[in-house]
């Protein structure tokens, strides 16, 4: 079974400044990795996945991530924060074995301060 | 590629009544998937489909929720004698393959409120 721990539900950062959002899971066997973020009232939109390979993964609107075996972390970095980032960040596992369902964890509510 | 589309958007229901919901996936998407998504929590998984197979269905699918994928194309799912409890954003996801690797492409969700 898999599952994700994403700590702090509401993060408050300042325009401009560093955007880190933490996600440490759990998988019995090897993980694939995923952030999603959500805009009020849309569906869920994939920032960026790790599967296999290098292990920093860069994904879309200025975002990365670096899987860390060794740490069972996932960790998704922006250097410097724009008002449009506000929005819920959801990390989620799946396994490398079986019916690909994800385990997202409970998400963080990103609020950008001018 | 229009995405996946989700129809209603939004339902609001008296406790008691029967509920169905639609999901049309990307075209040629041969997996699909169900999640549910109560306020605070991330989406949870429901039920999938491997075209017109389903092939897994989750603890929290009670005898009340059922889906069906008729000719592997759209899929409905549909909850008998709704309870306040279930009141949630019912998510559908579809992907290309059935490859762990693959995205999955969410749709808007349907919100669905039981007085």
């Known amino acids: 079974a898999q599952s994700v721990t994403q700590l702090g539900s509401h993060v408050s950062v300042s325009e401009g400044a560093l955007v880190l959002l933490r996600c440490n899971y759990s998988s019995s066997v090897p993980p694939y990795l995923f952030w999603y973020v959500q805009y009020p009232n849309q569906g869920l939109q994939l920032l960026l996945k790790?599967?296999?390979?290098?292990?920093l993964v860069k994904g879309i609107n200025g975002f990365e991530a670096e899987f860390k075996k060794s740490e069972t972390s996932f960790h998704l970095t922006k250097p410097s924060a724009h008002m449009s980032d506000a929005a819920e960040y959801f990390c989620?596992?799946?396994?490398?074995?079986?019916?690909?369902?994800?385990?997202f964890g409970k998400g963080n509510q990103v609020v950008v301060i001018p | 590629d229009t995405g996946v589309s989700q129809d209603p958007r939004h339902k609001i229901t008296k406790r008691g009544q029967n509920v169905t919901f639609r999901c049309d996936p990307i075209s040629e998407h041969n997996r699909l998937y169900w999640y549910r998504q109560t306020l605070g929590q991330g989406p949870e998984f429901l039920t999938y489909f491997q075209n017109e197979a389903q092939l897994e269905k989750s603890r929290l699918l009670s005898d009340r929720f059922s889906a069906e994928r008729p000719k592997g194309s759209f899929s409905t799912l549909e909850i008998q004698r709704t309870e306040q409890g279930d009141s949630a954003m019912y998510l559908c996801?579809?992907?290309?393959?059935?490859?762990?690797?693959?995205?999955?492409?969410f749709g808007p969700g349907t919100r669905l409120t039981v007085l």
């Open positions: 996801a579809s992907s290309p393959r059935d490859r762990g690797t693959d995205t999955q492409y």
């Open positions: 790790y599967t296999t390979g290098a292990t």
């Open positions: 989620a596992v799946s396994g490398a074995y079986g019916n690909n369902r994800l385990a």
